[in-house]
């Protein structure tokens, strides 16, 4: 019953700090600052942050997996957190946050394939409701629900973000399996924070650049951003450790609600209703899952 108690209460908070994260994404990459750096600089506060506590672990007694799978989750993480930042940068948010409702299906095929976890079918029927709801969401673009839409840049950056944080979400679970919630979390920042670096050099950014067009006004959204993602991280961990990634993933997409009305509150985006009605749908399907999972 705690335990229940716990996971709802992880859950709602991955819910919204999500979408309020993104906001602050999107306001600092349309003040010109790089989504690159916006990535980088997330990951490296967060490490900072993660420090006083990573000096109380004993680190050399955790087994191989931890490391390989750490890597392999801080790559695919810095490089999908990167994609993300620059769709924000170009995209409307009541759209982009929709998308991501593909990610469960990613991540119940990532789950069937490293973990084990096949969905029954209550799963498979949910994760359809999600895809039905996203018809109507996308359905607002100029190019409609169409092959086309993948022409537009930001739908790319957000399809491939998708696919790079499922797959993390994968490595992330064999983390906390491997570790605890609290140490994959420090593992999540840390080399989350040295592979975007990595990233800046492989994109050739000039970082002294970059970094000079962030003046004083900035650091309370930088703030804020670093609360939210981190909010959004540790309740995502506490949430893999008891509950099976694609189910996770897909009630996580409750967020998708919260997504549209903040684009309609912060950056005046439109046909909301449409938006909503398929968010709607979305939500169906992630109750639809939640509670039928073990039937």
């Not at 592979?195 to 492989?202: C, E, G, H, K, Q």
């Not at 004083?216 to 509950?243: D, P, R, W």
């Not at 398929?278 to 169906?284: K, L």
Request: charged residues 15%; hydrophobic residues 55%; positive net charge.
């Amino acid at each position: 019953m705690i335990e229940t108690f716990l996971v709802s209460i992880a859950v709602l908070l991955r819910i919204f700090s999500n979408p309020f994260g993104n906001v602050f994404q999107k306001q600092l990459t349309t003040k010109g600052i790089h989504p690159l750096i916006v990535n980088f600089l997330t990951y490296f506060l967060l490490s900072s942050v993660c420090l006083l506590i990573a000096l109380f672990i004993h680190w050399p007694v955790l087994s191989r997996q931890f490391w390989v799978y750490s890597i392999l989750g801080g790559i695919a993480g810095a490089i999908g957190n990167g994609f993300l930042v620059k769709a924000l940068q170009y995209g409307e948010l009541s759209i982009l946050g929709p998308i991501n409702s593909y990610k469960s299906v990613v991540g119940i095929i990532g789950g069937i394939i490293l973990l084990g976890e096949v969905p029954n079918f209550w799963g498979m029927l949910g994760i359809a409701l999600i895809i039905y709801g996203s018809y109507f969401v996308l359905d607002t673009t100029e190019e409609r629900f169409s092959l086309s839409l993948l022409k537009k840049s930001e739908i790319q950056y957000r399809l491939w973000a998708m696919i790079l944080t499922a797959i993390e979400a994968v490595f992330l679970k064999k983390v906390i399996l491997a570790s605890s919630t609290t140490i994959a979390f420090m593992s999540w920042c840390c080399f989350g924070a040295i592979f975007s670096f990595v990233l800046l050099f492989i994109c050739r950014l000039d970082i002294k650049k970059e970094v000079k067009q962030i003046d004083n006004s900035y650091f309370g959204k930088f703030a804020f951003l670093i609360v939210c993602i981190g909010t959004m991280q540790f309740t995502t961990n506490y949430t893999f450790e008891h509950m099976a990634v694609g189910y996770a993933l897909s009630l996580f997409q409750l967020s998708t609600l919260v997504s549209v009305l903040f684009g309609y509150r912060f950056f005046k985006e439109l046909d909301i209703r449409k938006k909503l009605i398929g968010s709607t749908i979305m939500i169906i399907g992630s109750i639809v899952i939640i509670l039928l999972k073990n039937d």
